[in-house]
């Protein structure tokens, strides 16, 4: 399957940090993942839980002269044009696109500043079984949910109308990303752009689905890891010590506070990990 089979929809995670053997130890010990290496190169490694292929770690931030942040990753039927639609609506491209083994990527940010990706090219094997177990989700806290829907609806082709394409749904006060009929993630609004707590200002938000939100806040803080916000039980927003924030969502209740998927056959998805 290539991106441009189901484009503007979420399709990979990934952490860009300056120091991978550092972010292997921390997340080895707050998540209980393994690490692979990965063919993009030796800056890159597949985060594996149960064998299985959760997110994407590259030790790239300080090459590109980037944050250290969790991004999410878009699928798109073509790179350049969709650069070219950041730019012409007031966004920014920050990275790329570059050029890998199975297609090519790019960093960008939105109007209000909030990061994520474009990719153009392979998906993993079993890409598909990845999204519906959701061993990862996004949700876009933002400025306006409405205004910045217009904005990625016309550089992810949103709406569009073409076969594949995602739907925009709105409900409530946010609008939900769908993909063949499935949510697969949400924007809100109420982000502060010049709020000095990093948690409140624009920005995509990844979250993590697990069994134990305490267990890990705790073996966070015990391997350096920073506690943003905490609601005990049900969700944290942590910091790890590179300065990546990311968020833990209890996987008793993520089917309701995550974009809709059933969180409960997470286990039973099999894929084949990207390169």
Do not use: N
């Not at 997110?55 to 931030?61: D, V």
């Not at 999410?72 to 039927?77: K, M, Q, S, T, W």
């Not at 500043?113 to 993993?124: H, K, N, R, Y």
Request: charged share 20%.
């Amino acid at each position: 399957m290539t991106s441009g089979a189901v484009y503007g929809a979420p399709c990979w995670v990934s952490l860009m940090t300056r120091d991978l053997r550092a972010a292997h130890d921390f997340y080895g010990a707050v998540m209980g993942w393994r690490f692979r290496p990965a063919r993009l190169g030796e800056d890159f490694s597949v985060a594996l839980s149960g064998g299985k292929a959760i997110a994407g770690i590259g030790a790239l931030a300080s090459a590109f002269h980037v944050a250290v942040a969790w991004t999410p990753y878009f699928a798109v039927r073509d790179a350049d044009a969709t650069a070219a639609r950041i730019r012409e609506r007031s966004g920014t491209v920050a990275v790329g696109p570059v050029a890998f083994v199975m297609g090519r990527g790019a960093l960008a940010a939105d109007r209000d500043g909030a990061v994520f990706g474009i990719w153009e090219g392979e998906l993993p094997t079993g890409w598909e079984g990845w999204r519906s177990a959701a061993p990862a989700w996004a949700r876009l806290h933002t400025r306006d949910a409405f205004e910045a829907a217009i904005f990625y609806g016309e550089v992810l082709e949103w709406a569009c109308g073409r076969p594949d394409c995602c739907d925009v749904e709105y409900a409530g006060d946010e609008v939900v990303l769908r993909s063949a009929g499935r949510a697969v993630a949400r924007l809100s609004s109420g982000a502060l752009e010049e709020a000095p707590d990093p948690a409140i200002r624009p920005r995509w938000q990844v979250h993590f689905p697990v069994s134990d939100v305490e267990e890990r806040v705790t073996a966070a803080l015990r391997h350096g890891g920073t506690v943003i916000t905490h609601e005990p039980g049900v969700q944290a927003t942590l910091r790890d010590p590179d300065g990546g924030l990311f968020t833990l969502t209890d996987a008793g209740t993520a089917d309701t506070t995550g974009p809709g998927t059933d969180l409960a056959d997470a286990d039973a998805a099999t894929m084949e990990p990207p390169d």
